[in-house]
């Protein structure tokens, strides 16, 4: 199967190969039979890449530990929901899953487009190519998913997945970021092609906009997962960590979110080509960049592969795609001319334009910082970090500056605003930001937090907006319609699905980064080492260790933590936290040890999530007073298993293997060594050693979640196809004739 | 306004903006900055008082756990040299020997102490594992589900 698998990859790259030129001379020589031949390539590309990736798969099912990458990242025991996702947990595996959804998204695009964009198609065909089989040909040289280990050398089990990667976002997180980064990939293709033909309209914009939606809202999603995952786990920097690796997912989607609002501006009066083409080039460009930092493990990351070779290609991949992309926007620069200027600074179009500027301030700002300790390095020759510290001076006020243009842009006329615009407009949301700003200074403690309290009031100033909007636009229907509020909403959202939908996305910005403002703002951590019945406050709640608790599994033993929270003497909640170990594979470690190893744990924190704060705890297990008992048995079962072992070898050595099983089993060895696990586990309830305790109280983490949720919900909306809307329009107006401001 | 004068004035502004972010960042850059150090690194430049970042490999059979405080030996890139850290506080659940960590630490006199929260540890998809499979890996037979709680 390894063999059928590596074949695969062989006509991946050929397919790629052929598809690429196809395509080149069907567009140089104007031959549709060759372009429809390059674009079936793709298709052919896209079913042998899931066929491969099928392949694969079944190996992980059925345990062939014939395959080093299913020896390495499975085993036995490992459950089968995770064998499913460990193909990506590796270099090799998480290749092979690129160059399929990559492959496939590809097709879709093509078929999509295969009647219209016909000049551009075939460049953008050989683009696509160029790109997946470069990932094709690294996981066939480089990277090889199929490499196998000769029948004799095939260990019975693997070494099992990693039981932090042993979480349902294993399944979605790793999946929906190369979803989003493949997609990226489409607008990059037609993009060039659009330079290559020097068709530069705005066909090949509205055509693939819905590619670059896509991409943002499945990126966008994979970074909320990955934050979401990170929340929940010990020691991965809380929901956000500016990691070299998250912070190269963060920066593609930043430039898409620039795209998805200047793009308006080139459909609507004809303005920002080059701007627009260069967004495009840029986040294709800098999806490719963050796949780079991954596996290049040229930046200390805790997300990036330490060791790898992928490096050199990557950054020969990124020097082509970075120098072809300015020297085609410099070759087309006269056909990318504005048809025309901004009229006043008063104006929506001059608010998308400084939004944008914003947007991309900031990318740069990421972009110089985690690349900083390599530019220190070239310059300095030393290795500079300079961590989380450096990014809030400059993120921050971006930010701030970026909500506040949330709310201003939607709102202000296109052209020229007019006084009387900006007082209909403005008053209800400038009164609302205020009102919210006074009662945070007078209810809470935001005065001591001056850029929180501005977030807050910023923040609740888009809210103002966002309602006045719907509140306008149902009002509107309702008067010609009569329909209910809540018909007339959702009427409303399916009738004009991308303004509403970005204001829906605008709403949960708002709100989200409330949430941010005020979990970052207004922590409270403590660290603490408590017996059983020992207490420590913290952000006005007391935290009381109630007692231990052991449960025993087959997968793992785990060692927990009852904590009682109480605020003013009053009962809060009560949590349960845990530190689970799982079987190390490592013979080193002892018959009974290998059950308590360190390096095979992970934590389950006790959370309690509310409107307006959460609750954050975890326990370190105290596994010192067991270590006398685990070393005790690991000498004793070793002395029995050498014993079993040396009548053994008194036996033919082809029977060997096959006795000693049998010895093992009737002698009732692993009986008893699980007992003695489960004795020694057992015996935890028994002491009252100390624990380690975090705790953290953090206000609005809720907002942060919830307002991710709406912006993904308001990107959806707005990629929805219109054939899903189009056979339920709003009834037709209503007899009696009502003066209705332009919805439009 | 002549228009002209008015994109030329409006290129300026936004040209000196620019300007003025990126002195900012590069300065900021420079001097808010630690320096990312191997050990043989560390153990050359290091001095007391100072605070660096240490980046390397935990030594296998370094680590102890004594209460709230975790002491454990970071390796070089050659594997030759090797630092002690004494951490205070919780470590992350991949922290584990051979495994590749970030902390930052504080020279005090030769000894060097990793400040709270700042251990990093990779993403445990992004090492190998190690490929120590044995022959018999059964698990402890699904028994009482809870011992105790």
Known sequence: ?744 | MDPNRKRAIRLTVALTAALLLASALIYVSFSAGRDELTASQLLQKAKPGGQYILAGTVENGSIRRIGEITDFRVLSPNRRVAVAVSYTGEVPDPFAQGRAVMVDVTDQGGSFIGEVNSLTTKCPSKYQAASGAIKNTAGIPAGPAVVGS
């Open chain 1, 1 to 744: 199967m390894g063999q059928l698998g590596h074949a695969i990859l062989l006509l991946d790259v050929g397919v790629c190969v052929y598809g690429i030129v196809a395509s080149v001379y069907g567009a140089r020589t104007g031959r549709r039979d060759w372009s429809d031949s390059g674009r079936r390539a793709v298709y052919a590309l896209a079913l042998l890449s899931i066929t491969a990736f099928a392949l694969l798969e079944v190996a992980f099912l059925r345990n062939d530990f014939s395959f080093k990458v299913v020896a390495d990242t499975s085993s036995t025991t490992t459950p089968t929901f995770y064998k499913l996702t460990a193909p990506w947990s590796s270099q090799q595996g998480s290749l092979l899953l690129w160059v399929t959804m990559s492959s496939l998204w590809s097709s879709v695009a093509l078929y999509l487009t295969r009647r219209r964009l016909r000049d551009l198609a075939p460049y953008a065909t050989a683009v696509l190519l160029v790109l997946d089989g470069f990932f094709a040909s690294l996981a066939c040289f480089a990277a090889n998913p199929f490499q196998t280990t000769p029948a004799a050398l095939t260990p019975s089990n693997g070494s099992g997945l990693d039981p932090l990667l042993m979480h349902p976002s294993m399944m979605f997180h790793p999946p929906m970021l190369y979803t989003g980064y493949t997609l990226m990939a489409v607008p990059f293709a037609f993009a060039v092609a659009a330079l290559i033909t020097g068709r530069l309209g705005s066909e090949w914009i509205r055509e693939t906009r819905r590619f670059a939606l896509a991409a943002w809202l499945c990126l966008g999603l994979g970074i909320i997962l990955g934050a979401r995952w990170s929340y929940t786990e010990l020691g991965w920097g809380g929901y956000w960590g500016w990691d070299p690796v998250e912070n190269a997912a963060l920066m593609p989607w930043i430039v898409s979110t620039a795209f998805i609002h200047s793009i308006q501006l080139q459909e609507k009066r004809g303005m920002l080509k080059v701007w627009n083409v260069s967004l495009v080039l840029l986040f294709g460009t800098l999806s490719i960049f963050g796949t780079f930092l991954v596996r290049s493990g040229v930046l200390e990351s805790i997300h990036a592969f330490g060791e790898s070779t992928l490096g050199v290609p990557f950054i020969f991949l990124l020097g082509v795609m970075l120098f072809s992309s300015v020297g085609l926007v410099l070759w087309r620069r006269d056909r990318l001319a504005s048809e025309h200027r901004i009229d006043s600074l008063i104006s929506r179009e001059a608010m998308f334009l400084l939004q944008n500027v914003v947007l991309v301030a900031m990318t740069c700002v990421i972009f110089w910082v985690t690349m900083f300790p390599l530019i220190s390095l070239a310059v300095t020759g030393t290795k500079i970090s300079v961590g989380p510290p450096a990014f809030t001076p400059f993120v921050v006020p971006l930010a701030l500056i970026l909500v506040l243009l949330t709310g201003v842009g939607p709102l202000i006329a296109w052209r020229r605003a007019s006084f009387a615009n900006l007082r209909r407009q403005f008053v209800f949301p400038v009164a609302f930001g205020l009102l919210v700003t006074v009662l945070a200074v007078t209810l809470t403690d935001a005065g001591s937090q001056p850029r929180a309290l501005i977030m807050f009031g910023l923040g609740a100033f888009v809210i103002g907006t966002v309602v006045q909007e719907f509140y306008r636009g149902a009002a509107a229907r309702r008067a010609m319609t009569r329909d209910p509020w809540i018909v007339a909403l959702v009427a409303l959202i399916r009738r004009n699905r991308r303004r509403y939908g970005g204001y829906i996305a605008h709403f949960g910005f708002a709100v989200m980064l409330i949430g941010i403002a005020g979990s970052s703002s207004f922590q409270h951590t403590r660290q603490a080492l408590l017996r059983p019945g020992q207490s420590v406050t913290d952000g006005g709640y007391s935290f009381r260790y109630v007692r231990q608790t052991v449960a025993v599994s087959a997968e793992r033993l785990s060692f927990g933590a009852i904590i009682n929270v109480t605020r003013g003497g009053a009962q809060v909640v009560r949590l349960h936290t845990m530190q689970s170990f799982y079987p190390s594979t490592n013979t080193a470690d002892g018959f009974i040890g290998r059950f308590f190893d360190t390096a095979n744990a992970d934590s389950t924190i006790g959370l309690d999530s509310g409107p307006l704060r959460d609750i954050w705890t975890v326990a370190a297990a105290n596994l010192t007073p067991l270590l006398p008992l685990i070393n005790r048995g690991d000498v004793l079962f070793t002395a029995e298993y050498n014993a079993i072992v040396k009548q053994v070898r008194k036996l033919p050595v082809s029977e060997q293997s096959a006795a000693l099983n049998t010895d093992l089993n009737r002698s009732g060895f692993w009986v008893a060594r699980d007992a003695a696990v489960q004795g020694i586990a057992a015996q935890y309830l028994k002491h009252d050693y100390p624990v380690v305790f975090q705790v953290i109280v953090s206000p609005l983490v809720s907002w942060l979640w919830g307002g991710a949720a709406l912006i993904l919900l308001g990107g959806f909306i707005s990629v929805l196809p219109p054939a899903l809307v189009a056979r339920r329009r709003a009834p037709a107006p209503a007899r009696r004739p009502v003066a209705v401001r332009e919805l439009a």
